[in-house]
């Protein structure tokens, strides 16, 4: 076995059988858990590196569930994928503004999706060990305070809640304020492997400049966003 933990939380009991084989065959250590309303507690104990959440769930359906962990000190920082079988680019959206990193459309190829759950456990552990080692944990600009460590946001001592997605977008545009990224580099940067819709990035500056304000963050057409101090 290895050192991942994977809570797997959906109310179709085959689903759970299906995906849990999978994973544990996979190496991985692996909980299930077929009741929303037992997830959060489930995960606080278990520890999780990643989560898979189903969508339409009776009592919590997948985008609330998502949004009470990014919102719980303990489940904040942890990896999750939201599996649905509903496709559309809204639903997409929909569950990456609650705070998703990935977003897989059912039926499920299970190597595909282990592959992701791989490509981001990857990625996030790489991410951590350079911010360890190569970042600043603390960028302040003006009023705007940036903590790397605690993912934590200050803007004229207010803090904000940022999802994960927007902080770490956030966290590169300033870390060379001035510097104009490309959506290529936003995209291999933040998603890395992820397959995510054309809109995505779209979606996260909207999100901050309704957070921060819109004079930080500037767009350069046809060619990517930077952030100006």
Same mark, same amino acid.
């Given at each position: 076995?290895?050192?991942?933990?994977?809570?797997?939380?959906?109310d179709? *009991?085959?689903?759970?059988?299906?995906?849990?084989?999978? !994973?544990?065959?996979?190496?991985?250590? @692996?909980?299930? @858990?077929?009741?929303s309303?037992e997830?959060?507690?489930?995960?606080?104990n278990?520890?999780? &590196?990643?989560?898979?959440?189903?969508?339409?769930?009776?009592?919590?359906?997948?985008?609330?569930?998502?949004?009470?962990?990014?919102?719980?000190?303990?489940?904040?920082?942890?990896?999750?994928?939201?599996?649905? /079988?509903?496709?559309?680019?809204? *639903?997409?959206?929909?569950?990456?503004?609650?705070? /998703?990193?990935?977003?897989?459309v059912?039926?499920?190829?299970?190597?595909?999706?282990?592959?992701r @759950?791989?490509?981001?456990?990857?990625?996030? !552990?790489?991410?951590?060990?350079?911010s360890? &080692?190569?970042?600043?944990?603390?960028?302040?600009i003006?009023?705007?305070?940036?903590?790397?460590?605690?993912?934590?946001?200050?803007?004229?001592?207010?803090? %904000?809640?940022l999802?994960?997605?927007? !902080?770490?977008?956030? /966290?590169?545009?300033? *870390? *060379?304020?001035?510097?104009?990224?490309?959506?290529?580099?936003?995209?291999?940067?933040?998603?890395?492997?992820?397959?995510?819709?054309?809109r995505?990035i779209?979606? &996260? %500056?909207l999100?901050?400049?309704?957070?921060?304000?819109?004079r930080h963050?500037?767009?350069?057409?046809?060619?990517?966003?930077?952030?100006s101090?």
């Open positions: 076995m290895n050192d991942y933990r994977i809570l797997i939380v959906d179709d *009991s085959d689903i759970l059988e299906f995906l849990s084989y999978n !994973f544990e065959k996979n190496n991985f250590k @692996v909980k299930t @858990v077929n009741k309303t997830a959060t507690e489930t995960a606080k278990f520890k999780p &590196h990643l989560i898979l959440l189903d969508v339409m769930m009776p009592e919590i359906n997948g985008i609330e569930l998502c949004e009470q962990l990014r919102n719980n000190e303990e489940t904040a920082d942890t990896l999750i994928i939201i599996l649905t /079988a509903r496709g559309e680019d809204y *639903s997409q959206i929909a569950g990456l503004e609650s705070g /998703a990193d990935d977003y897989i059912k039926p499920i190829n299970y190597k595909v999706l282990i592959s @759950v791989n490509a981001l456990l990857r990625r996030k !552990f790489m991410l951590n060990k350079q360890n &080692h190569n970042l600043v944990n603390q960028i302040k003006g009023n705007l305070i940036i903590d790397r460590e605690k993912y934590l946001v200050k803007n004229n001592n207010i803090i %904000i809640n999802p994960r997605k927007e !902080f770490e977008l956030l /966290a590169l545009l300033v *870390s *060379s304020p001035g510097k104009v990224f490309t959506r290529n580099e936003i995209y291999d940067t933040i998603w890395g492997d992820t397959i995510v819709g054309d995505t779209d979606v &996260h %500056i999100k901050l400049r309704e957070k921060l304000g819109s963050i500037k767009t350069i057409k046809g060619v990517g966003y930077k952030f101090d």
